[in-house]
């Protein structure tokens, strides 16, 4: 079982649109930037990224724990202009395999990362 932050995760959901007006999405952008090839994204939150990753990306692997914010960032992979898919687990426990990605992208998620 995955971690779940109820009270975080509604707050966070509401908070993160004005974050993003006040220049989160310009990070993002840079963030996202230059990338290519198969990326896993640890901690995707709601899905605030998603609509940002360049068309050089083929695919993205979104790993989230939080149940509430996994099924919010569901609907925005829909959007998405690459194929994203959303899964459960964490950044201790990526479910992916050794070599699985060409780039990994957190953005505001390693102050909880235990290792
Ligand atoms: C501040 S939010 C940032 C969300 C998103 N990355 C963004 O930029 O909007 C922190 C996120 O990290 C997730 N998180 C917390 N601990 C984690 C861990 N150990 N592994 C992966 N994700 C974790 C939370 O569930 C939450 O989605």
Same mark, same amino acid.
Do not use: W
């Given at each position: 079982?995955?971690?779940?932050?109820?009270?975080?995760? +509604?707050?966070?959901?509401?908070?993160?649109?004005?974050?993003?007006?006040?220049?989160?999405? &310009?990070?993002?952008?840079?963030?996202?930037?230059?990338? +290519?090839?198969r990326?896993?994204?640890?901690?995707?939150?709601?899905?605030?990224?998603f609509?940002?990753?360049?068309?050089?990306? &083929?695919?993205?692997?979104?790993? &989230?724990?939080?149940?509430?914010?996994?099924?919010?960032?569901?609907?925005?992979?829909?959007?998405?202009?690459?194929?994203?898919?959303?899964?459960?687990?964490?950044? &201790?426990?990526?479910?992916?395999?050794?070599?699985?990605?060409?780039?990994?992208?957190?953005?505001?998620?390693?102050?909880?990362?235990?290792?």
């Amino acid at each position: 079982m995955t971690p779940q932050h109820p009270r975080f995760a +509604r707050a966070y959901a509401r908070a993160v649109p004005a974050i993003n007006l006040r220049g989160g999405t &310009e990070h993002r952008r840079t963030l996202l930037a230059g990338l +290519r090839g198969r990326v896993i994204e640890v901690g995707a939150g709601e899905g605030s990224s998603f609509g940002l990753y360049p068309a050089t990306v &083929e695919s993205v692997l979104a790993v &989230e724990p939080d149940d509430y914010l996994r099924e919010l960032a569901g609907a925005k992979a829909q959007a998405a202009p690459v194929p994203v898919t959303v899964v459960p687990g964490t950044a &201790e426990n990526i479910p992916a395999d050794d070599g699985g990605a060409d780039a990994v992208v957190v953005s505001l998620v390693l102050c909880s990362v235990a290792d």
